[in-house]
């Protein structure tokens, strides 16, 4: 009896090993046949439990974020679609800007996954817009959109809005500027304090939008530290819910639910009336009351992937940008030439865009040489497809390699030098940027493009009409980002000298 025991539990185990660490037939990078792989067609070897987690870990160690290290998987083993099973989790990771529209614009990968971990981050539910798929995104990507525009989003109200922030940005320069400041807080409060008028229709006082910032900061880098580890063991967190981020996470997130709860009490008890995104949302909850996709959770689901979606990513390329006029003084004076030439003192708006060809050259050179989002997604494969001749199963998780195609020498001349001419022709118009992915494509393509580079367009021509800028005690900002889910600048200071 115990011997019949033994070799059930040794064989079960032996069965779970097998499934766990077997391929699917034509997954990438190799092809199963029965037969051992090579090793430049295998890819990463899948360990029960595991499976290619530790080779992925020890590669992000080495090259310092886990884009680089999926990059670097990659090459190692020759092929530009990486297989990978992270935990019990499929992964698949694309490079190549063939395989990267065909992920950005076929609908099999418009799908999202519906992991723990998703869930954590929109607040315990599969909720939003960012993270979920089907029906209910269709739905609610189409009323955001709209109702976005509705209350000003890529009209002349949102350049207003972006003018005063830029005017509390010149007096927060003008009170500092005899000493080095760090532009990163001034930059993340002027985004959030758009994205809020639109979203809840009113500005935040200054020390509670600290209070904010310094929130959405926190909960950023426990997901960068976490994620791992809780997306492929969720189970985890009731062994370690201190050291695997889990209650750190939990808690973070409650507080950010609570200022976006009082958002909506205050519409409900009239206390704001207008016509911002919430007070929009509320009116359709009335009138579509049958309707299951609209209600209160999924209203604060919304809130939050605008903040998140628009805040960090937007502060953080002209925060790059700054730094890029630090490190390259002489192209800095050729953006100040040109804007003195065209709009000289008049107060920046986006139409003037049309005309500030180098500027513009300048702001797409800094996305390109810091890709803010390097390795885009998570989408889900909604049916079961293919990518070059490999094939991915129905619901594996697909990566995009954007950051790549950014340094791709076949795109582009000396990728590894900052050089804004590559955008211009020999008359100086702006050429082509077909190669060129700041927002992603498809129908999954950033809402808030317009509100982004609006922004990134008028702060920084404003600061360069009115400031020189250089380095912060005479110290040269590191060019190296620092590369998590989204791109920074390392710490930095910068001294900005009023022109005459």
């Known amino acids: 009896m115990i011997a019949t025991i033994v070799v059930v539990f040794v064989l079960t185990i032996l069965g779970y090993i097998i499934n766990t660490t077997s391929k699917p037939k034509n997954f990438p990078p190799g092809t199963w046949n029965g037969h051992i792989y090579t090793y430049k067609t295998s890819g990463p070897i899948w360990y029960p439990f595991f499976g ?104 002349t109200a949102m350049e207003s809005e972006i003018q005063n922030e830029l005017a509390n940005v010149l007096q927060y320069i003008d009170k500092n500027k005899s000493t080095a400041i760090n532009p990163k807080l001034i930059l993340a409060m002027s985004v959030m304090n758009i994205l809020w ?43 370690m819910p201190d050291l695997s981020g889990y209650n750190l996470i939990k808690n973070l997130n409650i507080q950010i639910s609570d200022i976006i709860e009082e958002a909506v009490l205050k519409h409900k008890n009239g206390t704001i009336e207008g016509s911002d995104f919430i007070y929009k949302f509320l009116e359709e909850m009335k009138e579509n009351k049958s309707s299951g996709y609209f209600h209160e959770a999924q209203l604060k689901s919304i809130c939050l992937d605008i903040l998140i979606a628009g805040s960090q990513t937007t502060s953080n390329v002209v925060e790059f940008a700054i730094l890029c006029l630090v490190r390259h003084p002489a192209l800095q004076e050729k953006v100040f030439e040109e804007i003195q030439r065209v709009i000289g003192e008049n107060t920046p708006n986006w139409t003037d865009s049309n005309r500030l060809t180098y500027t513009i050259a300048f702001l797409q050179e800094v996305q390109r040489f810091y890709t803010i989002v390097p390795l885009a997604g998570p989408r889900r494969v909604l049916e079961e497809t293919t990518v070059e001749d490999y094939v991915i199963p129905k619901n594996t998780t697909v990566l995009i390699g954007v950051g790549d195609i950014h340094f791709d020498p076949q795109f582009w001349d000396e990728p590894n030098k900052f050089k804004p001419e590559r955008f211009l022709d020999s008359n100086g118009n702006l050429v082509s940027t077909e190669h060129f992915y700041p927002f992603g494509m498809g129908r999954r393509r950033c809402p808030g493009d317009s509100l982004a580079k609006s922004f990134i367009f008028i702060v920084f021509v404003g600061i360069v009409q009115k400031y020189r800028v250089q380095c912060g005690n005479g110290v040269l900002p590191p060019e190296k980002p620092v590369i998590g889910l989204i791109s920074g600048a390392q710490p930095f200071t910068a001294e900005f000298i009023q022109r005459s």
């Open 52 to 155: 290619s987690s530790a080779v992925v870990q020890k590669a992000t160690i080495q090259n310092g974020s886990q884009w680089k290290a999926f990059s670097q998987l990659a090459k190692k083993y020759s092929t530009q679609v990486l297989g990978l099973k992270l935990g019990s989790e499929l992964v698949v990771v694309v490079f190549g800007e063939k395989n990267v529209r065909q992920i950005f614009t076929e609908k099999e990968f418009e799908g999202r996954p519906n992991s723990f971990f998703i869930r954590l981050r929109c607040l315990g539910r599969r909720l939003g817009i960012t993270f979920v798929d089907g029906p209910i995104w269709r739905e609610h990507r189409q009323f955001t959109v709209k109702h976005l525009k509705n209350v000003g989003f890529g009209k």
């Open 197 to 239: 008028k639109f979203t809840a229709g009113e500005r935040i006082k200054e020390e509670r939008l600290k209070y904010i910032i310094d929130l959405f900061a926190k909960r950023s880098k426990a997901f960068s530290i976490a994620g791992g580890w809780l997306n492929q063991w969720p189970l985890i967190r009731f062994i």
